[in-house]
């Protein structure tokens, strides 16, 4: 056992363990994803034609008013930030300060 470890640790073993492992894990989470595949399809499979066409327009018009509140919420974020920079160039040319030179 000349160059070995003195802990007797065997990599090569350790790295088979280590990819039998991995190999497990990735099994179990694509048979998951099958599973919630499969399950997506039996679910869409009972709906008609008409069920999903109105489940489509009925997403549509919620992504449209979702885009349309955050395009009012932006314009109403955009006028506060300009009253907030007014306030502050106001608050700054009032404000005194002493004469370069002089003592505090």
Known sequence: MSGDSHTGFNSTAFTMGALSGAGLVAGAFVGSLQAVVQANREACARWTHNELKTAYNLSELLRFKRNEELAELQAENAELQAENA??????SSVTVRPLRGQAR
């Open 86 to 91: 007014k306030l502050r160039l106001l608050v």
